[in-house]
């Protein structure tokens, strides 16, 4: 939503935008029951929108961030309930 505004959209159509880009991406994924990644793949023109989207999120390392942040949830949730968290493969701590 952030950066739609930042490119001069109002913010409710961006959240509009945002909003109806995931649910139509959950709502075809879940028709259609293919893996994300064969989704991804018959969705990506070679040189097109989603592939520099995507070339863009790979550099800044999006999969690692994203997967350090659900690691992150999952200590908070275990240690919120008393528990010991299991460690995260490859990490220091």
């Given at each position: 939503?952030?950066?739609g505004v930042h490119?001069?959209?109002?913010?409710?159509?961006?959240?509009?935008?945002?909003?109806?880009?995931m649910l139509?991406?959950?709502?075809?994924?879940?028709?259609?029951?293919l893996h994300?990644?064969?989704l991804r793949n018959d969705i990506t023109s070679p040189g097109g929108t989603t592939a520099a989207a995507m070339y863009?999120?790979?550099?800044?390392?999006f999969?690692?961030?994203?997967a350090d942040a659900v690691w992150a949830a999952y200590r908070k949730s275990v240690?919120?309930?008393g528990g010991e968290a299991v460690r995260?493969?490859?990490?220091?701590?």
């Open positions: 939503m952030d950066a490119m001069g959209l109002p913010r409710d159509m961006a959240r509009t935008m945002v909003e109806q880009t139509g991406a959950v709502q075809y994924g879940q028709a259609t029951g994300p990644a064969v863009t999120a790979e550099r800044g390392n999969r690692t961030v994203i240690a919120m309930g995260h493969p490859g990490s220091l701590s």
